[in-house]
């Protein structure tokens, strides 16, 4: 069974800090690595997408990527009250049609 | 506006009725995705489609039917069968499945069914 793992948190930041989200995975044939935000009661977004190995930055998020030691990162730069939301992390699998979703880890930023 | 769908936002329903949830995409993406979500979990994959007129089950297929006469339009049916219904639902597209499309969501419909 192909898991994916996530601290379900709260997890509570003060704002202006760097929030620091993690992902890891069971399976190494994972390709491509998904966080999604989630506000409560609203759908998921896409924030970032990442495929290889290391750092991806886009505006205040960071993705990071080790399929080494199978883990996914998101960083959030200058934290917002708006970043408060439950992020999921997502992953597929080359050859596998479906993502695999964590269970999201719940971010409060404090003004 | 290219996006996702989905209709009704809510919707109420008593046991033993059967329900059919809307998707609608005009993003051309050839597939996809209905997932359900329910409190502290996350979201499991209901059924997918990569083409028209061809779909397959996901991992909580038992309870739940799909259609997919046309491109845009992937239909969801809860039917009595489903033994816990009341959850959200999302719909989602992708370009294509599998790595390394990204999957987009719909604004979901939240079906409460007593």
């Known amino acids: 069974q192909k898991e994916v793992e996530q601290n379900s948190g709260p997890l509570s930041v003060p704002e202006g800090a760097i929030a620091s989200l993690n992902c890891t995975y069971s399976?190494?044939?994972?390709?491509?690595f998904f966080w999604y935000r989630q506000y409560s009661g609203k759908s998921p977004e896409l924030i970032m997408s990442?495929?290889?190995?290391g750092d991806k930055e886009d505006g205040r998020f960071t993705a990071q990527l080790n399929k080494a030691s199978q883990y996914v990162s998101l960083l959030i730069r200058d934290s917002q009250p708006s970043d408060s939301a439950t992020y999921l992390c997502?992953?597929?699998?080359?050859?596998?049609?479906?993502?695999?979703f964590g269970t999201g880890t719940r971010l409060t930023i404090i003004p | 506006d290219g996006g996702i769908t989905q209709s009704p936002k809510y919707l109420f329903r008593k046991e033993g009725q059967n329900v059919t949830l809307s998707c609608e995409q005009n993003?051309?993406?050839?597939?996809m995705y209905w997932y359900r979500q329910d409190p502290g979990q996350g979201l499991r994959l209901i059924y997918y489609?990569?083409?028209?007129?061809?779909?397959q089950k996901g991992d909580i297929a038992e309870g739940y039917s799909v259609s997919r006469e046309k491109k845009e339009s992937f239909p969801l049916t809860v039917t009595s069968a489903q033994k816990n219904p009341t959850a959200f639902y999302l719909c989602?597209?992708?370009?294509?499945?599998?790595?390394?499309?990204?999957?987009?969501f719909g604004p979901g419909t939240r079906l409460t069914v007593t």
């Open positions: 399976d190494r044939g994972s390709q491509s």
């Open positions: 489609s990569q083409i028209v007129n061809d779909f």
């Open positions: 990442i495929y290889s190995n």
């Open positions: 993003l051309n993406h050839d597939a």
């Open positions: 989602a597209s992708s370009i294509g499945t599998g790595a390394p499309y990204e999957q987009y």
């Open positions: 997502a992953v597929n699998y080359l050859g596998n049609e479906k993502l695999t």
